[in-house]
């Protein structure tokens, strides 16, 4: 239920609740990145397996929620991207993430509670405290959560 925006390196944006809102878009961003994490497992340790070196990888996953903006970013034809504080605070929380993880800002975790709470709290999710100095662009520190 989501859309793939782009590929940024070995990065993926993805979008739920775009581009028309939906109350499942938190949930659906959830869902989506245990099944990503769970895929993520499978492909890397098929990889490993044929490796005689250890390499650590894994999938880190960051979920915001809040407001984006649509732009044409096309000179010849319409190429849409999105902009936002929204997605900015997406990828500091992807960098803060522990591997084979996802780290979901307090707003998810509030929305998605609201819609489903039992899915939610059958995560047994604590939260986390991200300083602004390991947040670029966010001036504030802020509450995500995230599995133990």
Do not use: M
Not at 72 to 85: K, V
């Amino acid at each position: 239920h989501g859309t793939l925006d782009k590929f940024i390196g070995d990065a993926v944006l993805a979008v739920f609740g775009y581009p028309e809102a939906s109350p499942n878009a938190s949930t659906d961003a959830i869902r989506f990145a245990e099944e990503l994490i769970d895929i993520g497992r499978v492909v890397t340790g098929a990889w490993q397996a044929e490796l005689n070196a250890v390499i650590p990888t894994g999938t880190r996953i960051g979920i915001a929620n809040g407001d984006i903006w649509p732009i044409n970013i096309g000179q010849r034809a319409i190429e849409i991207t999105l902009l936002g504080d929204t997605i900015n605070l997406a990828a500091r929380l992807e960098k803060n993430c522990a591997v084979d993880r996802f780290l979901i800002d307090n707003r998810t975790h509030t929305v998605a509670s609201r819609h489903d709470g039992l899915f939610i709290q059958g995560l047994n999710l604590h939260q986390v405290l991200i300083q602004p100095e390991n947040a670029k662009g966010q001036p504030f520190p802020i509450r995500a959560w995230t599995k133990p």
